[in-house]
């Protein structure tokens, strides 16, 4: 009863369900370690990798309990006074952590991004970012099978992680995809190939030799139906190579996968036409057959700026009142009622007629 009391209050008095998560930023300002329900993490150096990737080394807070290779965190940052939150693997391995409480992310500038290429612009050494444990199952449990990794520009992170952690008894078979050779770690990837004979790394040329066929799979790794398989890109890769594995006798639960977006919509058989009308700004856009675009793509496709975070259905900053009309949550697979309800922008698509009060 009182716990529920000194949520009011707070609600009442800062719109925030806790006292102490408001005063946080004066706090900070005396202690810079401080953070409520997250942890800090210290700007230790700012790498560029290529002309769009770079690479944030950060110092994590002691409290900060460790993650498996593989495994990715949320980056909190504060931004013209909004927050907001991404999703990135940790490219270094855990031993970093473990001796020097080191990590790295290493980060792709999104085009037209709001986040990406601004966190480059304005983070400096020395500075303070939030971040959240590590997360997510993309990480080895089966160490005695062999493996098949197939990345795709940025999509080596994790892999890289993965890589330094078990290079020295897993054996590891890594398709590696990039436009114009441009290869992440390329060095550091080449010497692990030569070090380790459990180890077999191909670097292949997109442009010149295509984007992951059945012929590639034949020829580059003939025995891929005995290896576990992970796979790390943009998401139509991911279910593109998913499908042909699958097609190809390869077990559906030996192959691991993690989305860093809206999950593609497949096999959904419903007509999109309509209208999405956002009542508060009095504006109207047309959705077509077919369409995979989310409330979320619609709104800012005309000039609206909604409060976003992660943009993959996790942190639900983006959770606006739905007046009417049914949309497809895609995370979740599932329909909406007809009535009103509260709904989350990034992984809703309208179905048909929706109103939503944006």
Request: glycine share 6%; net charge positive.
């Amino acid at each position: 009863m009182i716990n529920n009391s000194v949520k009011w209050l707070s609600m009442a008095l800062f719109n925030n369900k806790s006292l102490i998560a408001f005063f946080e930023p004066l706090i900070q300002m005396i202690s810079k370690n401080f953070t409520v329900n997250r942890y800090r993490a210290k700007v230790m150096e700012i790498r560029q990798e290529s002309k769009s990737v770079y690479t944030l080394r950060l110092q994590v807070s002691r409290f900060w309990k460790g993650f498996n290779a593989g495994q990715f965190i949320e980056l909190i940052v504060e931004k013209n006074g909004t927050r907001y939150s991404r999703y990135f693997s940790i490219s270094s391995p855990p031993e970093l952590f473990k001796s020097h409480r080191v990590i790295e992310l290493t980060i792709q500038k999104q085009s037209n991004g709001r986040i990406t290429p601004w966190l480059f612009e304005s983070t400096t050494v020395g500075q303070y970012l939030n971040i959240s444990a590590a997360k997510g199952e993309f990480y080895i449990q089966n160490k005695t099978k062999a493996k098949l990794f197939i990345a795709a520009g940025t999509g080596i992170t994790p892999f890289r992680s993965i890589l330094a952690e078990f290079c020295s008894y897993v054996d590891v078979h890594l398709l590696y995809y990039a436009r114009n050779s441009s290869h992440l770690f390329s060095h550091e990837l080449a010497e692990i190939n030569k070090l380790y004979k459990n180890i077999k790394v191909d670097f292949i040329n997109s442009n010149d030799q295509g984007r992951f066929s059945l012929d590639h799979l034949k020829t580059y790794c003939p025995d891929y139906k005995k290896r576990e398989s992970y796979i790390c890109g943009p998401e139509e890769m991911i279910e593109s190579i998913k499908q042909l594995l699958i097609e190809n006798s390869v077990k559906e639960d030996c192959i691991k996968y993690e989305y860093f977006g809206v999950k593609p919509i497949k096999n959904l058989k419903i007509d999109t036409t309509g209208t999405v009308s956002f009542e508060h700004s009095s504006l109207k856009i047309n959705s077509k057959k077919g369409s995979q675009k989310t409330l979320l793509q619609l709104a800012e496709s005309k000039g609206l700026n909604p409060i976003t975070g992660c943009r993959m259905g996790i942190c639900h900053q983006c959770i606006c009142q739905k007046r009417q009309g049914v949309v497809y949550n895609t995370l979740t697979q599932s329909f909406s009622d007809t009535g009103f309800e509260e709904v989350q922008l990034c992984v809703s698509v309208p179905v048909g007629n929706v109103s939503i009060n944006l």
